[in-house]
């Protein structure tokens, strides 16, 4: 499987831009801020339906638009790509998948053209993993960027994670919202009376008769959407629960053949909803338990008007030998626990699918001592397709490893924004230092021409 041909309009900083692309290995090489990496990030989205960049589709929309496109041509060799009808005489089919990402509403996609879905029914049709200057964080940083790691993995692994996944989202939305309204109503239910620890008093209580219609119409809405909140939350725990357990055999095992004197690295589910895998059988136990710890927290949850518990705040740790890695572990050695988790993503997504993921290397070498930069080429020799981005030649030390590459200018790209030409320059490893002052003369030249008019 590879991408042909990414098209997009008014994403990231790219008003309009048209980029063909060739199985095997293909370097973006660029100076900083021209655009490479939103390149790649916008075959992440399509891919994840999510970018590690940024938790809100807003930032992708180019400022004053709208709404941007992504629009990709993906070949696959054995007809594997969704809805496809242009198959060659080597066997390959060709699909066009179409994202329409907007600045505020649903984003929507389509399939050749074909009638208007969720972009969640497309995720993970063309899967990918980026390995990225924020991966050390997945180690290091705070539980957000684990978060979502883990929600793409579970996109690309689990059928009907993103409709699950957006269902308890607009349920939290709902939950929270209903909360706010709560603790705007004075005392809110916490600081009635005797029942100022927080529960909510029943009909024959002394304190009920204080409560009016409105609020007692809130609470039994609140009631009603913890219920939703619960149900929707346990069933996401056990999807990444899953992942997190598949994970865990070839990241012990990518970890010791990278580090062979490095410790055993381990993966350990840290979910707010602890219930369900204290009680992996019997999922009324486990909703019955959450239901008692929302019970305990109603005060604090209406007094600051959000959901305190939940899928929303689940973490994972990455350990070595038993001890979280985040507290201990060397730069190198967290840089080679991100390694091998994006690797190990990378190998349940070809064992299930039986198609090796498109790899992104975005501006990662910089990052990696040389150890861990020949692990990486090593790893992207073998792919299908693999995307580099690099700001200049001498990024990639080693890139002879990588064998024929085709090398394309974002600079010159980025000069021809918008012609129907592509702005688009080619060429071999041996070109990359050359072609990179060709495009930015090219680039030049064409502010100077954009100066005049």
Known sequence: MHVSRLALDDFRSWRHVVVDFAPGVTILQGANGLGKTNLVEAIEVLSTGASHRTSSSLPLVARGCPAATIRANVVTDDGAGAGNDTGDSTGADETTYEVTIRAKGTNRARINGGPSLYMRDVVGQIPSVAFTPDDQRLVAGDPSSRRTFLNQACSLLVPGYQARLAEFTKIGKQRA?????????????????????????????????????????ALSGLEVWTGQFIEAGVELTRDRDRVLAQLAGPFTELYAMMAPDGGTASLAYEPSFDDVLLHPDDPDAAKAGISRHFQRIYAGEVSRGINLIGPQRDDFALRLDGVPAREFASNGEMWTMALALKMALFELVEARDGVKPIVILDDVFAQLDETRRAQILAFAAAQDQVLITVAAASDIPGAASLGSATIIDVAALKAGNGNDSHGQMTGSLDDLATMGELGAMALALAKKKDGNE
């Open 177 to 217: 919202a209903l909360l706010k309204q709560l603790g705007r109503g004075g005392n809110a239910f916490g600081g009635f009376g005797d029942d100022s620890r927080g529960r909510v008093p029943d009909e024959s209580s002394d304190n009920f008769s204080r409560f009016d219609p409105a609020r007692d119409a």
